[in-house]
């Protein structure tokens, strides 16, 4: 398999300049919490010639990919491959004996060996198992999911994490299509969102779409996991160290933006006069919100059309009250968005496609 011929990792010029800029030092450490197939990674270590990556990814498949190229780039001696998923990131650190970092990079999308190889299950527009595993030795596929999850987690999953609007319909007709042998493949479950969703109230595209992204990210546990993620990294960040990430649907974009604002504003009364410098920012905007792609890489490259590119670096060290409220936010999980009055933000619309690593 040429690795670089379905390879094409989204914004690669601009992650490599937030990374690298961070890691230039000798003995410097860059953490790569989605290794994928090591696009963006070995242009991290080829940039960043003092470094050393830490490459984390929880598809055995990948990981082994990952490493033969970097084993033929010449990069073998600064790579370390884990095996892991990212939200076990202190303890990735933890056994290595390492304290802080320099750079800590996620790629949110799917990886192009998950995409390309439709016995996984990840699109609708072949038919496959309903599998949907980034990880194929755990137990819980899509397929468990749609023929033994009871009809209202079916629907809050399809609400929450496709923003489904007929989310109820298509939770009540899974379950219906149990008592006919239940759900098997991604044909089945495309022609049964087709029958439910009104023609006339479909987004552009596949009707399913929505659907699929829902379970995939129930699958792999995605929001929950960056969620715990996020503040593990923080916490691991040297001072001068930087936290890059590429988002590719709005729950994701908007749990990454609300987590760097909190460390991006005054931690103090808008009317104090003068701000404690405790109560300062901790975090600097390196990024200035989103990057998006421009025409010509959404046209050599359609999935990063969605993609939210964004960074902070940190200016000084996190104050003892943020730290704690990271300690317990990594074990806490996602927190589905809402507004000023705890119900759900209806502004979030859902972008799936994906980027590639």
Same mark, same amino acid.
């Given at each position: 398999?040429?690795?670089?011929?379905?390879?094409?990792? #989204?914004?690669?010029?601009?992650?490599?300049?937030?990374?690298?800029?961070?890691?230039?030092?000798?003995?410097?450490?860059?953490?790569?919490?989605?290794?994928?197939?090591?696009?963006?990674?070995?242009?991290?270590?080829?940039?960043?010639?003092?470094?050393?990556?830490?490459?984390?990814?929880?598809?055995?498949?990948?990981?082994?990919?990952?490493?033969?190229? %970097?084993?033929?780039?010449?990069?073998?001696?600064?790579?370390?491959?884990?095996?892991?998923?990212?939200?076990?990131?202190?303890?990735?650190?933890?056994?290595?004996?390492?304290?802080?970092?320099?750079?800590?990079?996620?790629?949110?999308?799917?990886?192009?060996?998950?995409?390309?190889?439709?016995?996984?299950?990840?699109?609708?527009?072949?038919?496959?198992?309903?599998? %949907?595993?980034?990880?194929?030795?755990?137990?819980?596929? *899509?397929?468990?999911?749609?023929?033994?999850?009871?009809?209202?987690?079916?629907?809050?999953?399809?609400?929450?994490?496709?923003?489904?609007?007929?989310?109820?319909?298509?939770?009540?007709?899974?379950?219906?299509?149990?008592?006919?042998?239940?759900?098997?493949?991604?044909?089945?479950?495309?022609?049964?969102?087709?029958?439910?969703?009104?023609?006339?109230?479909?987004?552009?595209?596949?009707?399913?779409?929505?659907?699929?992204?829902?379970?995939?990210?129930?699958?792999?546990?995605?929001?929950?996991?960056?969620?715990?993620?996020?503040?593990?990294?923080?916490?691991?960040? *040297?001072?001068?160290?930087?936290? #890059?990430?590429?988002?590719?649907?709005?729950?994701?974009?908007?749990? #990454?933006?609300?987590? %760097?604002?909190?460390?991006?504003?005054?931690?103090?009364?808008?009317?104090?006069?003068?701000?404690?410098?405790?109560?300062?920012?901790?975090?600097?905007?390196?990024?200035?919100?989103?990057?998006?792609?421009?025409?010509?890489?959404?046209?050599?490259?359609?999935?990063?059309?969605?993609?939210?590119?964004?960074?902070?670096?940190?200016?000084?060290?996190?104050?003892?009250?943020?730290?704690?409220?990271?300690?317990?936010?990594?074990?806490?999980?996602?927190?589905?968005?809402?507004?000023?009055?705890?119900?759900?933000?209806?502004?979030?619309?859902?972008?799936?496609?994906?980027?590639?690593?």
């Amino acid at each position: 398999m040429d690795i670089t011929a379905i390879h094409q990792p #989204v914004l690669l010029e601009d992650c490599v300049r937030l990374v690298t800029s961070a890691a230039g030092r000798p003995g410097a450490i860059i953490v790569d919490c989605t290794l994928g197939l090591a696009g963006h990674a070995t242009a991290f270590l080829h940039n960043a010639p003092e470094a050393t990556l830490i490459g984390i990814d929880r598809d055995e498949e990948a990981l082994g990919l990952a490493t033969r190229r %970097m084993k033929d780039g010449g990069f073998e001696g600064r790579f370390i491959p884990v095996h892991a998923a990212f939200d076990e990131f202190a303890d990735v650190l933890a056994e290595r004996h390492i304290d802080k970092v320099d750079a800590v990079f996620m790629d949110l999308g799917l990886s192009s060996l998950q995409i390309d190889e439709t016995e996984r299950g990840f699109s609708y527009s072949h038919d496959a198992p309903l599998d %949907m595993r980034m990880d194929v030795t755990q137990t819980r596929t *899509a397929e468990t999911i749609l023929n033994e999850y009871p009809v209202e987690r079916l629907r809050r999953i399809f609400r929450e994490y496709g923003e489904e609007r007929f989310s109820g319909p298509i939770a009540k007709a899974v379950v219906e299509a149990r008592d006919r042998g239940g759900l098997h493949t991604s044909a089945q479950l495309n022609e049964l969102v087709d029958r439910v969703v009104p023609k006339s109230h479909r987004p552009a595209g596949n009707p399913a779409k929505r659907v699929f992204q829902a379970l995939r990210i129930e699958v792999n546990g995605e929001l929950d996991k960056l969620a715990s993620t996020l503040p593990q990294a923080a916490l691991h960040l *040297a001072v001068g160290g930087r936290l #890059v990430v590429e988002s590719y649907h709005s729950l994701e974009d908007k749990t #990454v933006k609300r987590f %760097m604002a909190n460390g991006l504003k005054i931690d103090a009364p808008a009317d104090m006069p003068v701000v404690p410098p405790d109560a300062r920012p901790f975090f600097g905007d390196i990024t200035h919100g989103a990057i998006k792609a421009d025409e010509g890489e959404i046209a050599s490259n359609p999935r990063s059309a969605s993609v939210r590119l964004r960074g902070i670096e940190l200016v000084r060290p996190i104050p003892e009250r943020w730290a704690e409220r990271y300690a317990r936010q990594q074990h806490e999980g996602y927190a589905e968005p809402t507004d000023a009055n705890g119900r759900r933000d209806a502004r979030h619309t859902s972008r799936t496609r994906r980027g590639r690593r």
